[in-house]
C-alpha cells in the first residue's frame, strides 16, 4: 500500500509560478512512475506530467516549456514546478504514483490562476 501526501497549491496571478509536492509512504520499494494529472470539473482528468523510475519525463502538450516535474527517489518525493502560469491551468492537481502493480492517487490540491 502507498500513501501519498500533496502540498503547495493555493492562489497565483497569471505568469507567475508555483511548486507543488507529493510524498510517498509506505510500499515505498515498488514505486516505478510518479506524475502530476489535473482536472475541472466536467472535464475528464488529464496528464499534466510524468516520470520514470530512471528520469524519462512526459508532458502534456498544454504545459510543455512552462512545467518541469522531478522526483527525488531517496525522499520518494515528485515535485512539479509550475511556471508562467495561464488561468487554463485552474485545476485541482492529483498526485499518481505507480506501484505494486496498481496505481495510487494524492487527495487532490486546487490550483488557481487569476488573470
Known amino acids: 500500500q502507498v500513501q501519498l501526501v500533496e502540498s503547495g497549491g493555493g492562489l497565483v496571478q497569471a505568469g507567475g509560478s508555483l511548486s507543488l509536492s507529493c510524498a510517498a509512504s509506505?510500499?515505498?520499494?515498488?514505486?516505478?512512475?510518479m506524475g502530476w494529472y489535473r482536472q475541472v470539473p466536467g472535464k475528464q482528468r488529464e496528464l499534466v506530467a510524468s516520470i520514470s523510475s530512471g528520469g524519462t519525463t512526459n508532458y502534456g502538450d498544454s504545459v510543455k516549456g512552462r512545467f518541469t516535474i522531478s522526483r527525488d527517489n531517496a525522499k520518494n518525493t515528485v515535485y512539479l514546478q509550475m511556471n508562467n502560469l495561464k488561468p487554463e491551468d485552474t485545476a485541482v492537481y492529483f498526485c499518481k504514483v505507480r506501484a505494486l502493480l496498481n496505481n495510487f492517487w494524492g487527495q487532490g490540491t486546487q490550483v488557481t490562476v487569476s488573470s
Open positions: 509506505g510500499s515505498t520499494f515498488s514505486i516505478s512512475t
